[in-house]
C-alpha cells in the first residue's frame, strides 16, 4: 500500500521560500506511470492543484502560481518537493501531496504551512 | 471562485437520497473525467469516485456517480450520519493544463 508523508516548517516569513518534501513509502517513485501532485486547501476553503511531476520529471503548474512554484522528484529518495516563492498570507494553508492527476487515490495526511512574521 | 461549481451545502435525512451537482466547461467535465472526493473533517480527501462513475474498492455502493455534457452528479443513497462530510468534485481542464476542483459541498445529515 502506497503511503505519502508531508514534511517541511509549519511557519514561512512572508517574501520567503516555502519548502515541502513528500516522502513515498510502500513502492519506488520511479515505478509505474504515475503523476506526483501537490494540493493545497486554506482553512475553510477549498482544494487548489498546484502542480505536479511525472517520473519521468517533466512538470505542470496551476497558471496562477506557475511564476512562484518548482516542483522536484528524488528518486534516490523516493521523495518529490515543493517550492514556493515569495510567500504571502495567501498561501497560508494545508499541503497535501498525492500520486495522481484528476484521479487521486493516494494522499498525505497534510501539513499545515502558516505564513507569518 | 472555482472553476468547477457546487453548491455550498446539501441535506437530508437518514435514508434518503441525497444529489450534489458539479457543474463546469466543454474544456473540464466536457472532455474529460469526472472524480468526486469526501473529506471529513480534519483528514485529506478519500476517492470517493473515478472516470465518472467507478468505485474504488471499499467504497459501498450507496455512492454513484453520472455525468452528461457539462455537468456531473453525486447520489448517496440510504443516507447514514457518517455520510456527514464535505464533498469536492474535480476534473482536468484542457485549457488551464490542469486539475481543477469544485468548492465543495457540505453535507449535513439532519
Known amino acids: 500500500q502506497v503511503q505519502l508523508q508531508e514534511s517541511g516548517p509549519g511557519l514561512v516569513k512572508p517574501s520567503q521560500t516555502l519548502s515541502l518534501t513528500c516522502t513515498v513509502s510502500?513502492?519506488?517513485?520511479?515505478?509505474?506511470?504515475?503523476?506526483w501532485s501537490w494540493i493545497r486547501q486554506p482553512a475553510g476553503k477549498g482544494l487548489e492543484w498546484i502542480g505536479r511531476?511525472?517520473?519521468?520529471?517533466?512538470?505542470n503548474y496551476n497558471p496562477s502560481l506557475k511564476s512562484r512554484v518548482t516542483i522536484s522528484v528524488d528518486t534516490s529518495k523516493n521523495q518529490f518537493s515543493l517550492k514556493l516563492s515569495s510567500v504571502t498570507a495567501a498561501d497560508t494553508a494545508v499541503y497535501y501531496c498525492?500520486?495522481?492527476?484528476?484521479?487521486?487515490?493516494?494522499w498525505g495526511q497534510g501539513t499545515l504551512v502558516t505564513v507569518s512574521s | 471562485q472555482s472553476v468547477l461549481t457546487q453548491p455550498p451545502s446539501a441535506s437530508g435525512t437518514p435514508g434518503q437520497r441525497v444529489t450534489i451537482s458539479c457543474s463546469g466547461s466543454?474544456?473540464?467535465?466536457?472532455?474529460?473525467?469526472v472524480y468526486w472526493y469526501q473529506q471529513l473533517p480534519g483528514t485529506a480527501p478519500k476517492l470517493l469516485i473515478y472516470?465518472?462513475?467507478q468505485r474504488p474498492s471499499g467504497v459501498p455502493d450507496r455512492f454513484s456517480g453520472s455525468k452528461s455534457g457539462t455537468s456531473a452528479s453525486l447520489a448517496i443513497s440510504g443516507l447514514r450520519s457518517e455520510d456527514e462530510a464535505d464533498y469536492y468534485c474535480?476534473?482536468?481542464?484542457?485549457?488551464?493544463?490542469?486539475?481543477?476542483f469544485g468548492g465543495g459541498t457540505k453535507l449535513t445529515v439532519l
Open positions: 498525492a500520486r495522481g492527476s484528476g484521479s487521486y487515490p493516494y
Open positions: 510502500g513502492g519506488s517513485i520511479s515505478s509505474g506511470s504515475y503523476y
Open positions: 511531476i511525472y517520473t519521468s520529471g517533466s512538470t
Open positions: 466543454s474544456s473540464n467535465i466536457g472532455s474529460n473525467y
Open positions: 472516470r465518472n462513475n
Open positions: 474535480a476534473a482536468w481542464d484542457d485549457s488551464l493544463s490542469g486539475s481543477v
